[in-house]
């Protein structure tokens, strides 16, 4: 017989009123993946997560977490699974110790061997040395692998995070994803909700939510395959300008700032068009082909989701390494 998926949805819906936010939503997750969720602000990415947290009940579809169903059992589902939600949900005048030790309890966690796990996690974490600091007093990535350990404590299969990292400095973005890797090869399975397409990039699997409906999945690569046509990378003293000057240029598919740098999404391999734009305008710029990547792919798949076929409108994007947020999305994912 076929081992049961980590994770698999068949059908999932969610529907608030008259909004429809997460709209039949069928995908397979295998054990020991990593898998990235990604969409515009409003695309279901933080209801679908609380659906099979079971946090939330479907209005129709079901899921299941290594065979077991989210509607029907999920108090068995419960013990198998991590979940982190978008807010800091631990308490924040209890010490570091004290947290752990109380959604330890509550998790079941056997009191023979609980200090040594959590110990172990924290000294993993860098955290082994504020065992007695308030919560409440710690920084932000210091907060978030706080509540990633309490996550852990109970050693679920399968973790399922809600943008963990947003809001966190690089350093600490990157030594928490440390962590998830250290994970992944232990063979835990991971579900990440990310606005970060340096940390997709990261992921072995991704899936593209958009209007509640998974549009596209694969692996980083085959996502960024999806992106037709040639990228370039314009630098100009006046990035904004050139902006301007090249949203007239015919046979574009996309138009974007990156930071300071202006990305075009062209049909034609010919760098000298996009700088005859430029320089007819009266600006100069430097014309680079570079190689398409999740920033990218993020940003052309939701002018996608918006009707590609209609005018290309800039978007902006959040620079190297940062966020990727739709500039027409609304509401939380």
């Given at each position: 017989?076929?081992?049961?998926a980590a994770?698999?949805?068949?059908g999932?819906?969610?529907?608030?009123?008259?909004?429809?936010?997460?709209?039949?939503?069928?995908?397979?997750?295998?054990?020991?993946?990593?898998?990235?969720l990604?969409?515009p602000?409003g695309a279901?990415k933080?209801?679908?997560?609380?659906?099979?947290?079971?946090?939330l009940r479907?209005?129709?579809?079901?899921?299941s977490v290594?065979g077991?169903?989210v509607?029907?059992?999920?108090g068995?589902?419960?013990p198998?699974?991590?979940?982190?939600s978008q807010k800091?949900?631990?308490?924040p005048?209890?010490?570091?110790?004290?947290?752990?030790?109380?959604f330890a309890?509550?998790?079941g966690?056997?009191?023979?061997?609980?200090?040594?796990?959590?110990?172990?996690?924290l000294?993993g974490?860098g955290l082994?040395d504020?065992?007695?600091r308030?919560a409440?007093r710690?920084?932000?990535?210091?907060?978030?692998?706080?509540?990633?350990?309490?996550t852990l404590m109970?050693?679920?299969?399968?973790l399922?995070?809600?943008e963990?990292?947003?809001?966190?400095?690089?350093?600490?973005?990157?030594?928490?994803?440390?962590?998830l890797a250290?994970?992944h090869?232990q063979g835990?399975t991971?579900?990440?909700?990310?606005?970060y397409?340096?940390?997709?990039?990261?992921?072995t699997?991704v899936?593209?939510?958009?209007r509640?409906?998974?549009?596209?999945?694969?692996?980083?690569?085959q996502?960024?395959?999806?992106v037709?046509?040639?990228?370039f990378e314009v630098?100009a003293?006046d990035?904004r300008?050139a902006?301007?000057?090249?949203?007239?240029?015919?046979?574009?598919?996309?138009?974007?700032?990156?930071?300071d740098?202006?990305?075009?999404?062209?049909?034609?391999?010919?760098?000298?068009?996009?700088?005859?734009?430029?320089q007819?305008?009266?600006?100069q710029?430097?014309?680079?082909r570079?190689?398409v990547d999740m920033e990218?792919?993020?940003?052309?798949?939701?002018?996608?989701?918006r009707?590609?076929?209609?005018p290309?409108?800039?978007?902006?994007?959040g620079?190297?390494?940062?966020?990727a947020?739709s500039?027409?999305g609304?509401?939380?994912?």
């Amino acid at each position: 017989m076929t081992a049961p998926a980590a994770i698999e949805a068949v059908g999932l819906s969610r529907r608030f009123g008259d909004v429809l936010a997460v709209d039949g939503v069928e995908v397979r997750i295998e054990p020991g993946a990593v898998f990235g969720l990604l969409g515009p602000d409003g695309a279901g990415k933080s209801t679908l997560i609380r659906m099979l947290a079971t946090v939330l009940r479907p209005s129709a579809g079901d899921a299941s977490v290594h065979g077991l169903s989210v509607t029907r059992q999920p108090g068995r589902v419960t013990p198998r699974i991590g979940y982190m939600s978008q807010k800091f949900a631990l308490y924040p005048d209890l010490s570091v110790a004290e947290n752990i030790e109380f959604f330890a309890t509550l998790r079941g966690v056997p009191a023979a061997g609980r200090r040594e796990r959590m110990l172990e996690l924290l000294h993993g974490m860098g955290l082994a040395d504020f065992l007695h600091r308030q919560a409440g007093r710690l920084s932000g990535g210091m907060k978030q692998k706080l509540f990633l350990a309490t996550t852990l404590m109970h050693e679920p299969d399968v973790l399922l995070l809600d943008e963990p990292t947003t809001g966190v400095d690089p350093v600490s973005r990157r030594e928490f994803w440390r962590i998830l890797a250290g994970l992944h090869r232990q063979g835990t399975t991971v579900l990440v909700a990310t606005p970060y397409m340096d940390e997709a990039e990261r992921c072995t699997d991704v899936a593209f939510l958009e209007r509640g409906r998974v549009r596209h999945r694969g692996t980083p690569a085959q996502i960024k395959a999806l992106v037709p046509g040639v990228l370039f990378e314009v630098r100009a003293p006046d990035p904004r300008a050139a902006l301007a000057a090249l949203q007239a240029l015919p046979g574009l598919l996309a138009v974007h700032l990156y930071g300071d740098v202006v990305r075009v999404l062209a049909k034609a391999d010919d760098p000298d068009v996009v700088g005859a734009a430029v320089q007819a305008n009266g600006l100069q710029a430097d014309v680079r082909r570079t190689p398409v990547d999740m920033e990218t792919a993020f940003a052309f798949l939701a002018e996608l989701g918006r009707g590609a076929d209609s005018p290309v409108e800039p978007v902006e994007t959040g620079g190297r390494g940062g966020s990727a947020r739709s500039t027409s999305g609304s509401g939380r994912g």
